[in-house]
C-alpha cells in the first residue's frame, strides 16, 4: 500500500500556525520561485502547481492568499513524525520521499500482496482509522492506496485523492485489491500511461506510439512484444500490474553511491569572488554529509549554470578531479573544489547555479592505507578529531556557527527565503504560542 | 558534568538569527565542554545527537581484581524525555503567553509539553484553535454542553456548539516553569 501526505508543505505549515488552517496557502520553492505546494483552499481557487511567484505574485494578493518558503527544518520534522506513527500500522516500511511511503500488511482471511484474490477482506476501513489517527496526532492529511503491488499501490493512491465523486471530497482510502472487478478496469483505464509509477519517458513514448495510452492497455499487451521492444523493465511493470510483486519494499536505503549540494543563487553571481564562495559553502556542506554517512570521497565535481531565461547565451559547464587519496576533509576537499570553480568561472556568463559533487564514495572502515598518505597517523587523527569537533560545534549551536573563512559572510547569492515560517517543531526560541489572556 | 540537553533544546539560539549565515560567538566555557566531548569521545557520530542520557561508566573501569559490588545495581540514569513524554512522534511544544491558567499552575512564559495522541476529556488542560489563534483552556462538560474555561475567575467560559470538537489542537501534559 502507498501511504502519502497530501498537499504535505502547506498542511505542515497549518500544524503549528493555526492563523492559516483553512485558508488559501501556497509554498514556494528554493529562492521562492514557483509554487510547490498548496492547501485546498487554493487549490480550489485555482492557483497552479509550479506557477513562477513573480507571474502570480499581484493574483496572490488580491486573492488573500498567504505565502511561504520552504521550511524545510519544519517539513523534516513532520515526516519523521509522521514515518514513525505509520511504522506502528504497518509490517514494514519503505519511506519512498519526505511524505511518502510504501507499506506491508496482510489481507485479513488470506489473499496475501503477492496474488491478485480479491476475495479477501477489505481493507478501507482500516485505512480510513490510519486516517484519523494520524490526523489526531499529527494533523496531517493523508491518503491511502491499497494493492498488492507497488505499482497497483500507487495508483489506487492517486485514485483515491482525485477519484470523480460527484461534487464531494475524494474517498481518501482506496483499496484496488478489494473493489469490484469493473470498477478496477475502469480505475486502470482512467490512469493515463504517463503517471503509471516508474515507466519513464522512453518506455512512455514507446506505448503512445503502440498505441497503449493507459494502464490497463499496457496490462494486457502480449508479454513476449514488450520484453522484446523494453526489455526486464517494461515486463516487470506489466507483471506489477497485473497484480504480481516484481518490485520489494527497499526496507534498508542503499549505501550511497555519491552525494550533491547545489542551490540556485537568489541573485545571479557574476564575480569570481563570490563563486568561490558558493562553491567553498556547498563543499563544506557536502563535506559534512559526507562525515555523517562515514564515508569518503574519491572524486569530486563542481558544476555551473547561467539562467536560461536570462537572454544571453546559456552557459553550463562541469569540471571532474580525482583525488589522490580519497578523503572526508573539508579542508582538503576545499583545495581540489576551489581550483575547479575558478576554471569554470567566465567573465560576463552571470551564472545561476553552482553544485558540488562528491563522487566515488567507499566506506570509511574499508579505506586502504596509501603508502603516499599525506599526514603521518597521528596528524591524520588530530584532522578527523578536528572535523569531528566541528561537526559538534555546528549541530549543537546550529550549522555555520564555524566554517572555513573561503564560505564567506553574509554573501548576497544566498538562497532566498523571505517568507520563512518559523522552525516551531524544532528549535526552542522558534515554539508556537498558545495565549492564556481570556 | 550538566545535564545532557533534551535534543529539541537549542540553548544559544537567539530568535531571528539565520542558520548558516554569520558565526555566533558562544561562552566559552560550553564551547569548550562540546570541544572536549568530541575529541574525547573518539567521535561517536550518530546520525543524530542522543536521544538518551549516557549509560554510567561504573563498572567499565575494572580490568582486573574484584568486580566492582556496585555492579550489579547500576541503572540508566534519569532521562527528563522518558519523565515528560509519553509518544515522542504527537508531542509538540509551545510557549504560554498571559495568567489566564494561573489557577492550573501554569505561568506565562512556561514551557508547554503537549500530546496529541491523548483523548482530550473533561477535565483536561488543553490547546484549543479560537480565532485562528492557540488559545490554552480547560475543556469541561456543563449541563450536556462542553465548554472551554480559564483557570482564573476574571475571565467567562466558552461555550462549544457542536462539531467544534475539531478545534482541540491537543492535550496539554506538563508546564515547565524555572524558578
Redesign the interface.
Known sequence: MLIDGNNFYASCEAVVDPAVLGRPLVVLSNNDGCIVSRSAEARALGIRMGQPYFQVQRQLERLGVIVRSSNYALYADMSQRLMSVLEEWLEALEIYSIDEAFGLLHRPGGGGRSNGDRSGGDLTAWGHALRRDVRRRLGLPVAVGIAPTKVLAKLANKWAKTAPTGGGAPPAVFDLGACPAAQAEAVLEATAIEDVWGIGRKLSRWCRLRGVAHARALRDLPTGELRHRCGVVGVRLQQELRGRACLPLELAPAAKRETCVSRSFSTPIDNREQLREAVATYTSRAAEKLRRQRQRAGALTVFVRSSPFNGTSFYANAATVRLPLASNDTAVLLASALPLADALFKPHKPLQKAGVVLQELQDQATLQHHLLAPLPPEQQQRRSALMATIDRLNRHYGSGTVQWAACGLGAPWRMRRSRLSRAATTRLADLPVVRAVH | MALEKAP????????G?E??????I?PRSE?EA??A???LAG?P?P?R?PRHQPLPLAGAAVAAGFPSPADDYIESRIDLNDVLIR????T??????????QGAG?L?GD??VVD??IEPRAGRVV?A?LD?????KYLNRHRDRWRLE?AHPD?PPLELSEGDDARI?GVAIHAIHSL
Do not use: C, Q
Open positions: 529539541n533544546a537549542e540553548p544559544s539560539t537567539e530568535p538569527i542558520p548558516g549565515i554569520d558565526l555566533r558562544v564551547a562540546v570541544v566531548k568530541a575529541t567521535a557520530d546520525h545527537p509518544h515522542p512522534s504527537s509538540f511544544f509551545l510557549r504560554v503567553s498571559g495568567d489566564s491558567m501554569i506565562d514551557l508547554l496529541r495522541a490547546v484553535v485562528g489563534a492557540f488559545t490554552l480559564a475571565y489542537w
